[in-house]
Structure formats: structure tokens, C-alpha cells
């Protein structure tokens, strides 16, 4: 066991039998602050599968803090159990209670397969709870600023591509019509786009497609293996991880990767692949963190202009990624994560250089 988490610092398996929750917290690096990162919520088919993705979900989060500077480290739950048929506020309460017993080391909200309503069970057991909504002081949805941010990523894209960033006239594979993905999906139509839609879930397709008619753009409905190879520009991942791999990276058509999906890779050299055969690939943690920007606002006191000139800087921040790749001869995610480990080590220089005490530097509100 500590070899599969010695890039980590710390996981916890929560079992509460009375609620049925059975969930892991991992925390990856509090270099940059007490961990922060949503909670997943899966029919893992074992325990290996759910430890597998928090680990890495939770070290991508480290890499997502320091690529958008806030101050905090990377973290992140997954909760074993069906979303549709196994959710119930006992549930969650007593997940909010394991986070509590962390005391501070990790705060945590929505992610695949939870909602902020989900979290305000939580919130009654720990204030170390994000993204519920306003009417629980909380700042709301975060996958509003998610699917903001992809957009400002979809159009750096565009803009590196082609010298436009404009959305309209193109095309878009867009994988999952969950919370980012619909309101993804809704934006690009409203521009005038075609996209190609895929989902397991046949209510979300179908909204979009009545949604579609009283827009410019249109929608194309296409089978879940279908998508990678659809005739689209960009393929815009927005469900599950590691679809850029061995099988599907042959069958993309697009110009580019550009999606909220965490780890879309599902090994770093996929990235080299991308770039050998001539896709440009948003790094996810970079696209993505329109979410994670609003969360950590909100422990400031949420404020909602903030939270936009931030989530618009990830436009210039994956402008200057893929400058560099390209003038480093890196690919864009071996570009991403030296900025950011550079981000982290001159942060650790700086934190044992002053005390080992000075976090967390805000109040909570309770
Ligand atoms: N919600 C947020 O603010 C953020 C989300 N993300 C990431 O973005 C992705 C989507 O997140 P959410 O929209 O919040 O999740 P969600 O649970 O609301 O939506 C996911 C959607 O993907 C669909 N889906 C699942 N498996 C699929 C498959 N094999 N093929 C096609 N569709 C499939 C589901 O039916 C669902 O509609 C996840 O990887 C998540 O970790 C990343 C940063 C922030
Ligand atoms: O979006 C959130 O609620 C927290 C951030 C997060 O978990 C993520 O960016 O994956």
C-alpha cells in the first residue's frame, strides 16, 4: 500500500456501515495550502479501481492549484457507490463527518456524480464544505465556471490554431452532457457550432436536442465509441478519464483536445502521441480549473467578478503553455506540469524559509 501512495501524503478509507458510505480521501501535496478538490461519486467495480482514480485525481489537483495560483494543495474523495440509486442524506452526512475529523487538511464539494444540493448534508457536519449553494453561503455550481473556462481554453485553441478564436463555423466531439458538458455544449450551439454529442444518459442528449432547435448551431447525436472518431475540430472530453490512450488516439480525426475532464491522458506519454500526430492537447488541469477557482474564492467570501477575471485568465495561461511547448520542443502537458512544479518548489523554499505554521491564512466563515 505505501508504495501505490508514496506520491501522496496522506489517504483515509471512510467506512460508516449504518449509511452504507464507503469512501476514500487522498491528499496528494498541502505545499500550496490545505487540500482542496471535489468528491466523485462512482459504481467503482472494486477498491483498487476507486483508489486508483482518487490518487490520481487528487495529484492532478495539486498540479490545477498551482497552474491557477490559489493557495491550495491537492486533494480529493471518491465515494463507492451508484449516484443514481444509492445517494441519501446519511450518506453524506457521515462523509462530512470523516472530512471534519481531518480538522482543517481538506475541504471538498461537487465533482462527477455529486451535486452541491448533495453537500449541504455535509455542510451539516463539517465547514470545510465548498460549492453548496448561495442560499447556504456557499458560492453555487461550480461547474458554471468550469464550463466557462473550457470555453475560454476552446477559444486559446482556436486562437493558436488558426489566429481566431472564433467558436462559430467550427465543430465539436463532445463526450458526456453532465454539468459541464451540457452548459458546454449549450454555449458552442448558441455560437453557431455543429457539435457532436455522446452520453449514457439518453435524458441529457435528448434536452440538448430540443435546446438545439431555438439555436443557431446544431447537434448530432453519435454512439459512445463513434465520438472519437467523429469529423469534428476539437474533441472536447467531458466525462471520464483516460480516454486519450493507445486505442482511441488512432481513431481521432480533430485538430485538437480541449475538455473539462480530469486526467483526459491516461499516461503522460499519450500527450507525446497527441503532439506526434499533430493534435494540439489543452492540458485538463489548466482547461478545467474555472471550478476549483471559484471554490477557493469562496473561502476569501465569494465574489463573483473575481472569479471571472480568473477563470478568463486560463485563456492566456494555456496561450503561453502552448508557446512554450513549442519552443521547448515539449508536449503541452510536459510544459504544464514543469510551470507548475516550478510553481510549487519556489513556493516550498518560500514556506521553509519563513515557518512550517503559517497555513491556513483565512477564516472560514461557519
Ligand atoms: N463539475 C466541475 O466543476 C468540474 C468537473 N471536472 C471534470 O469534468 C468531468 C465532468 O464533470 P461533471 O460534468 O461535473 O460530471 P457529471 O456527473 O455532472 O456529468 C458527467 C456526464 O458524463 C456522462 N458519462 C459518464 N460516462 C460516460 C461515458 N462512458 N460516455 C459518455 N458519457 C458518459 C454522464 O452520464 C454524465 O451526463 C469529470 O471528469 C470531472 O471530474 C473538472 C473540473 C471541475
Ligand atoms: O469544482 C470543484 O468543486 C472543486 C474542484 C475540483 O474538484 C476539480 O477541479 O476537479
New binding site residues.
Given amino acids: 500500500m505505501f508504495e501505490k501512495i508514496s506520491q501522496h501524503e496522506q489517504v483515509v478509507f471512510c467506512n460508516d456501515p449504518s449509511s452504507g458510505l464507503k469512501a476514500i480521501i487522498a491528499i496528494h501535496n498541502t505545499t500550496l495550502g490545505p487540500a482542496l478538490g ?1 468528491c ?1 461519486m462512482r459504481p467503482y467495480k472494486s477498491t483498487d479501481e476507486a483508489l486508483e482514480d482518487v490518487l490520481r ?1 487528487s495529484k492532478g489537483m495539486t498540479y ?1 492549484c498551482a497552474g491557477a495560483d490559489v493557495d491550495f494543495g491537492g486533494g480529493k474523495s471518491v465515494i463507492i457507490g451508484d ?1 443514481t440509486t444509492d445517494k441519501s442524506p446519511a450518506l453524506f452526512r457521515a462523509f462530512g463527518q470523516f472530512v471534519d475529523s481531518l480538522n482543517g487538511r481538506f475541504y471538498t464539494g ?6 452541491p444540493d448533495d453537500f449541504v448534508h455535509a455542510l451539516k457536519e463539517t465547514s470545510c464544505i465548498v ?1 453548496v449553494p448561495d442560499e447556504y453561503g456557499g458560492s453555487g ?7 466557462q473556462g473550457v470555453i475560454y481554453g476552446l477559444r486559446a485553441t482556436l486562437q493558436a490554431l488558426y489566429g481566431s478564436e472564433d467558436l462559430s463555423g467550427m465543430s465539436y466531439s463532445i ?8 452548459k458546454v455544449a449549450e454555449h458552442l450551439v448558441a455560437a453557431g457550432a455543429h457539435v457532436y454529442v ?4 439518453q435524458e ?1 442528449l435528448k434536452n440538448i436536442v430540443e435546446q438545439s432547435e431555438l439555436l443557431p448551431g446544431t447537434v448530432q447525436i453519435v454512439g ?1 465509441n463513434e ?1 472519437y472518431g467523429a469529423d469534428a475540430d476539437i474533441f472536447v ?5 483516460g ?1 486519450v490512450n493507445d486505442e482511441t488516439i488512432d481513431r481521432l480525426k480533430v485538430k485538437a483536445v480541449v ?5 483526459q491522458l491516461l499516461e503522460d506519454k499519450h500527450g507525446i502521441y497527441l503532439q506526434q500526430k499533430g493534435i494540439l492537447y489543452g492540458p ?1 488541469y489548466i482547461v ?5 477557482i471559484q471554490v477557493a474564492d469562496e473561502l476569501y467570501g465569494p465574489n463573483r467578478d473575481r472569479v471571472l477575471n480568473q477563470t478568463r485568465a486560463i485563456y492566456d495561461s494555456l496561450l503561453a503553455i502552448y508557446k512554450q511547448s513549442k519552443e521547448q520542443n515539449l508536449s503541452t502537458m510536459e510544459a504544464a506540469n514543469r510551470f507548475c512544479e516550478d510553481r510549487i518548489e519556489h513556493r516550498k523554499r518560500r514556506n521553509s524559509f519563513f515557518s512550517h505554521d503559517t497555513r491556513p491564512k483565512w477564516k472560514v466563515r461557519h
Wanted: aromatic share 2%; charged share 15%; hydrophobic share 30%.
Fill in positions: 471535489g466523485r485525481l490545477k449516484p461537487t465533482d462527477m456524480g455529486t451535486t460549492g455550481d461550480s461547474s458554471v465556471p468550469t464550463a463526450q458526456g452532457l453532465g454539468k459541464v458538458g451540457y455522446t452520453d449514457i444518459n441529457a459512445g465520438i472530453p467531458c466525462a471520464l478519464g480516454v475538455g473539462s475532464a480530469n486526467n485538463d478545467n480549473a474555472g471550478g476549483l
